[in-house]
């Protein structure tokens, strides 16, 4: 079963718009752990985000922030001002206790910013 | 400190023959976990180590296999290769088994592999 679901494929938006990532998840553990991560074109993902299933605050770093809504099963990233170097692959994942804590990725959401 | 290495960066063999990819953890970090990347199938976890014993399975072929060594770098091999393997594997290391307790992975740059 789909654990992780990421419904866009591509996004394209134009330098200074702000673009939100989907992202919901499907888990039975009532403790669990989502994160994003980046992939830019050079392949290394890297680390964004950590979000505990007990932490709804929602969280604001520079022009990133995160929408995280145990009600309707949603982890969403939102980048402010968005530039030319936010181009990049976002996966949206899942870590939780059934399966030891492996994690689960989303098929990820390409993000284009056209200057 | 420095990242998560992995090697080689580009490998080219052909079906039937066997590939072992290296990774080295960033220092201090004793888990190291093995993902194939493909356009078609994404991001697919193989297998986690953790102190040199596998603690977590991906749904893989028995071909795939992987060991870590008591300094925590980890190798990962392919038997009788298959173009279907044709990917980039990407090693992640972390603190903690996993990402037991919620632990952020750091990734390598990846191996990308080409079966002919």
């Known amino acids: 079963a789909q654990k992780v679901t990421q419904a866009q494929t591509e996004i394209s938006v134009v330098e200074k718009e702000d673009v939100t990532l989907d992202c919901v998840y499907e888990?039975?553990?009532?403790?669990?752990?989502l994160f994003w991560y980046k992939q830019p074109p050079s392949g290394e993902l890297v680390f964004l985000i950590r979000?505990?299933?007990?932490?709804?605050q929602n969280e604001i770093s520079g022009r990133y922030s995160w929408n995280f809504q145990k009600s309707t099963s949603s982890f969403n990233f939102t980048i402010t001002a968005s530039q030319v170097v936010d181009s990049a692959v976002y996966f949206c994942?899942?870590?939780?206790?059934?399966?030891?804590?492996?994690?689960?990725f989303g098929a990820g959401t390409r993000l284009f910013v056209k200057a | 400190k420095a990242g998560v290495t992995q090697t080689p960066r580009y490998l080219i063999k052909t079906r039937g023959q066997q590939v072992t990819l290296s990774c080295s953890p960033i220092s201090g970090h004793r888990s190291v976990s093995w993902y194939q990347q493909t356009p078609g199938q994404g991001l697919q976890f193989l297998f986690e180590?953790?102190?040199?014993?596998?603690?977590n399975k991906g749904n893989f072929p028995g071909r795939f296999s992987g060991r870590q060594f008591s300094n925590s770098r980890s190798e990962m091999n392919v038997s009788t290769l298959e173009l279907g393997d044709s990917a980039l594997y990407l090693c992640?290391?972390?603190?903690?088994?996993?990402?037991?307790?919620?632990?952020?992975?750091?990734f390598g740059p990846g191996t990308r592999l080409t079966v002919l």
């Open positions: 992640a290391s972390s603190l903690a088994q996993g990402t037991g307790g919620g632990n952020e992975q750091f």
């Open positions: 979000r505990n299933s007990f932490d709804e």
């Open positions: 888990t039975r553990d009532t403790t669990y752990y």
């Open positions: 180590y953790f102190s040199e014993t596998q603690r």
């Open positions: 994942a899942l870590s939780e206790p059934t399966g030891g804590f492996k994690t689960i």
